[in-house]
């Protein structure tokens, strides 16, 4: 191609596309590693630390076993004939290995050495933990994995502008960046929940052609599985799959989502039940604990040389589903996927899109949103990061844009700006990411000391 060919090409081809995409990437790129730079001061609690500190297990070898021994595992142990042995290191049994797992693959991916020099470098202020970063890396790739989805599926449902809008707005979300620099998995579970709505799309389409998509309901099974092992209260989503087979009049395929996703948590359920009895060890105890509760602490219990478990109280569960619904409408909901979008996707109700599909999709989004918030209020403690708002935040961002760009369409003074219109909606979400980009770079965690040979991770000070 020569010069003339290729300002033809720019001029008139496809080259002002590309270039369009291209500068469109590079600046999400650099705002991308501009907010992790100024933001970003390791994890925020020891819950993902110990969901870190599991991935170095089963990165080097060691199994499902964790560096953090708790007296109430001891007890149940020896309760179950297991006498304690200070040489080995105690079983992991109150978290889902979802998030873990895929810290060891990460970690088992890296060379050796590099490996090593995560663990035992210690760094200079301000510079962080060598690990710490890794979990970053993987969280801002699970995001930017989320954005294409969101790309993909606004294609779907509406159309290249609404996907594109979408996709930005999630990307300049001041809410969903603290969750990643909080490295806490919450963008693992935004992926797995925008694949399990890119296949229930999947499946509507086929349907709707008069194909019956076996492969479909077989990949929702195996995603609501993933769900499960990801963080326990999503596995309710697997309720949403049957609603739409029921509703669709396919009850038989509910049958083959419920066998796949067993199939796919059967493994870990069965370890579970062989070293603590129960099906989900020791974190099945959540559902009657709270944090703040001098009478249901978890780290009370977990500290505590006593195989009792808590007791189940009906009226602490209840309040603490009515705490999570009222936390929700007064807090979170507006803060997943901003108040502007998500206003927009609250007052879209009053609205039905055109196409069937997409409002059964949104149906199912608001019943998802439903399901995870109740089941996160009943069964997590209160010490998890991952807010079921945020998780959903994409769909409420899609289909807030969505609703929005009707609006546009059907207004005389702005459907000729559409584009204008959607820049103004991506600098309003976008806002309170600025001002935090504009804030001094936040001071790392600090760490002292260097691993004991059995491999702990060093401990933490600062705030």
Aim: charged share 15%; hydrophobic share 50%.
């Amino acid at each position: 191609m020569n010069l003339q060919q290729t300002i033809l090409w720019l001029e008139q081809g496809g080259g002002a596309r590309v270039l369009k995409v291209s500068a469109l990437l590079l600046a999400l790129l650099g705002l991308s590693v501009t907010v992790a730079y100024k933001q970003f001061h390791g994890p925020r609690t020891e819950e993902t630390l110990r969901q870190a500190d599991l991935g170095r297990s089963l990165a080097s070898g060691q199994g499902f076993t964790s560096s953090v021994n708790y007296p109430q595992v001891h007890a149940v142990l020896e309760k179950q004939g297991h006498l304690f042995d200070a040489t080995e290191r105690m079983p992991e049994v109150y978290h889902a290995p979802g998030y873990p797992l895929v810290i060891a693959a990460a970690l088992a991916i890296l060379p050796e050495g590099l490996r090593h020099r995560l663990f035992t470098d210690i760094p200079d202020p301000p510079t962080g933990f060598g690990a710490d970063y890794l979990l970053l890396v993987l969280n801002g790739l699970f995001l930017a994995i989320a954005a294409w989805q969101c790309w993909l599926l606004g294609r779907k449902l509406f159309d290249d502008r609404v996907g594109l809008v979408a996709a930005v707005c999630l990307l300049v979300s001041t809410s969903i960046w603290s969750h990643v620099v909080a490295v806490d998995g919450t963008a693992l579970a935004m992926v797995l929940l925008l694949g399990l709505f890119q296949v229930l799309v999947s499946v509507d389409e086929k349907l709707t052609a008069g194909k019956e998509p076996w492969g479909g309901w077989v990949l929702t099974g195996v995603l609501s599985g993933l769900l499960f092992l990801t963080d326990y209260p999503l596995g309710v989503l697997i309720v949403v799959v049957a609603v739409h087979a029921i509703g669709r009049k396919r009850a038989r395929a509910v049958g083959v989502v419920l066998v796949v996703a067993a199939l796919v948590i059967a493994p870990w359920l069965i370890r579970n039940v062989s070293v603590m009895g129960s099906p989900v060890a020791l974190a099945g105890q959540d559902i009657a604990l709270r944090v703040n509760d001098s009478t249901a602490e978890p780290e009370t219990f977990r500290t505590t040389m006593s195989a009792e478990t808590p007791r189940l109280s009906l009226n602490k569960m209840g309040n603490k589903v009515l705490t999570a619904l009222q936390e929700t409408l007064q807090q979170n909901l507006w803060a997943g996927g901003g108040l502007l979008l998500t206003a927009f996707f609250v007052t879209g109700w009053i609205y039905r899109f055109k196409r069937d599909l997409t409002n059964r999709i949104r149906s199912l989004g608001a019943l998802a949103l439903a399901l995870m918030v109740i089941a996160h209020g009943l069964m997590n403690s209160g010490e998890g990061e991952r807010v079921p708002t945020a998780v959903g935040a994409p769909l409420i961002i899609l289909f807030g844009v969505g609703f929005f760009m009707v609006l546009v369409s059907s207004s005389p003074a702005l459907k000729a700006w559409p584009g204008a219109a959607a820049l103004v909606v991506i600098l309003l979400q976008g806002l309170p990411l600025l001002h935090d980009v504009l804030e001094p770079r936040r001071i790392h965690f600090s760490y002292w000391g260097r691993p004991n040979p059995r491999g702990v991770l060093p401990s933490r000070i600062g705030p």
